[in-house]
């Protein structure tokens, strides 16, 4: 054995044995815990933080089993030290994760006490208001009768987001949903011919010249993917109102620009003309193949992503967007995921990139648009949420008020490299997924040190060790021989420990608390 692999031997162990301890602690801490400190959150916290522990701890312990027979001389391999943490690990995950499951029964069962009055109540909040809706006609509702109205239907909305938000399944609790979504229709409507009603009492008579009141309605200038938006408000708000139809080509006219405008721009204003005029607007612009590429276009030439919240946010957004105006032509675009995503994915940076990557579960199985969806959703809210407390951080520096307590909370709280908090950037797969070269360049453009990866500090001030492979001043991880090694996301099934131990995945690092805050 070189002294090359020595050395990494060396740093695996060591890193085991600090491992090892952090689960120790972690379990005895948790196990100390006062009942009333125990919540669903909490013993969640901790299950992820005991997993991610281990999930790390049998990560090296595979690759110490590659080692020799002839080299298996510490006390790791005497007192099998590592069966002895798994076992312990395992364990205790179960243990948590029985109690956990004991925990939400009891709250849901509490919830289902609680709720069966507010059901009773939204009820006849309904009833009352169906009963109002009934016994007056939209051409008699006055301004005070609808704002009771109004008032009313808001208690039953919040009503029923109490119930939803505080009940695991509500229709099997028995919710009426559908009598709650016949009486939202119901209600919109009146409100939408209430407040039309004056528009068509004044524009009534065909054959005077009293014009409409000015119609808010965006204008149409010939882009294919806001034709149907326009087409259906158009006809709401003017089209079936019981005025002459020539006023209607009028309003017609009226809101449309540029290439729209052209096109029947040559047609006088005409009863006649009115349909030629719908036609030529439809024969243009509800062209299924022309909008399917126009939908498609945006997606395929999107520029690529850069790695900051905004970016990725406009990508999420114009992803959504499209896949869901081609949704509504009645496009099985499900179908389409596998090509897609293999353009997609090919916008974003490297670092998000590595990310993606890093959170997919099964990266033999093809992943889908909507869990691609979800990792750029989870990204762009963890980097807002990072650069929400940046701000923080450097308004305290300014202010005197930052104390070494909030400096080290956040060091150990918050990897660098992936904004996730469940880790430190020693254990962050996407960090140690780049090469030695390009870690190394990450760490210069942050203006880190190279020794601790870390910030406020030189390198020469710098009391961590030096790298172990060459004692040069760098990290380790920085050392630029070091080996790529392909990451391994299932466990071989000759490995000692019985107890499988589940993978946490990238995204759900942002949610978790750091691992060293777990310990504690």
């Not at 029985?98 to 009820?123: F, S, Y």
Request: hydrophobic share 35%.
């Amino acid at each position: 054995m070189d002294a090359q692999t020595l050395a990494e031997m060396e740093e695996l162990l060591a890193s085991q044995k600090t491992l090892g301890d952090d689960i120790e602690k972690l379990i005895n801490n948790t196990k100390k815990a006062g009942k009333n400190r125990r919540t669903v959150e909490y013993l969640e916290t901790k299950l992820k933080a005991l997993q991610q522990f281990a999930e790390e701890f049998q990560r090296n312990n595979i690759e110490l089993e590659k080692v020799g027979l002839a080299h298996r001389t510490s006390e790791y391999y005497t007192n099998n030290y590592a069966k002895l943490i798994l076992d312990k690990a395992g364990q205790y995950v179960q243990a948590l994760a029985t109690e956990i499951a004991a925990a939400q029964q009891a709250i849901e069962n509490q919830q289902q006490q609680e709720q069966g009055p507010l059901i009773k109540r939204q009820q006849a909040m309904m009833a009352s208001l169906k009963r109002l809706l009934r016994a007056t006609a939209v051409e008699h509702e006055t301004a005070t009768s609808l704002n009771s109205k109004e008032k009313l239907w808001d208690q039953i909305q919040q009503l029923h987001f109490k119930v939803w938000e505080t009940m695991k399944d509500p229709i099997e609790n028995g919710y009426d949903m559908t009598s709650y979504m016949e009486l939202e229709c119901e209600f919109t409507n009146r409100l939408v011919s209430t407040k039309q009603a004056p528009l068509i009492q004044n524009a009534a008579p065909s054959t005077t010249n009293v014009p409409l009141p000015k119609i808010n309605i965006p204008r149409f200038d010939g882009e294919y993917n806001k034709w149907h938006s326009f087409s259906n408000l158009f006809k709401e708000v003017v089209d079936k109102q019981p005025i002459s139809t020539v006023q209607k080509f009028y309003y017609l006219k009226a809101n449309l620009s540029g290439e729209a405008e052209r096109l029947i721009k040559h047609l006088e204003l005409t009863e006649l003309n009115y349909k030629s005029a719908w036609d030529l607007l439809n024969d243009r612009y509800s062209n299924k193949r022309v909008l399917t590429a126009t939908f498609v276009q945006q997606l395929v030439e999107h520029q690529g992503v850069t790695s900051d919240a905004k970016a990725i946010k406009g990508f999420h957004d114009l992803i959504q967007e499209n896949l869901s105006a081609l949704n509504n032509m009645d496009l099985n675009v499900s179908s389409w995921d596998p090509i897609l995503l293999q353009i997609l994915v090919k916008k974003l940076d490297r670092q998000t990139h590595v990310l993606y990557e890093s959170q997919i579960k099964n990266p033999r199985e093809l992943q889908t648009m909507d869990n691609f969806l979800k990792f750029l959703e989870n990204r762009f809210q963890a980097l807002e949420a990072l650069g929400h407390k940046d701000k923080s951080k450097h308004h305290d520096n300014q202010s005197g008020v930052k104390t070494k307590a909030t400096s080290a909370a956040v060091t150990s709280n918050q990897c660098r490299f992936c904004a996730g908090t469940g880790h430190a950037i020693y254990y962050c797969r996407a960090f140690k997924a780049l090469k030695p070269s390009e870690r190394q360049n990450w760490v210069t453009q942050q203006k880190l040190c190279s020794k601790c990866i870390k910030a406020n500090h030189s390198v020469q001030s710098c009391d961590a060790r030096s790298c172990l492979k060459c004692k040069k001043n760098h990290n380790s991880l920085l050392h630029p021989n070091t080996k790529e090694k392909a990451a391994k996301n299932t466990v071989p099934a000759d490995t000692k420990s019985s107890i499988p131990i589940v993978m946490a995945e990238a995204s759900q690092q942002s949610e978790a608390s750091s691992a060293e805050e777990a310990a504690t």
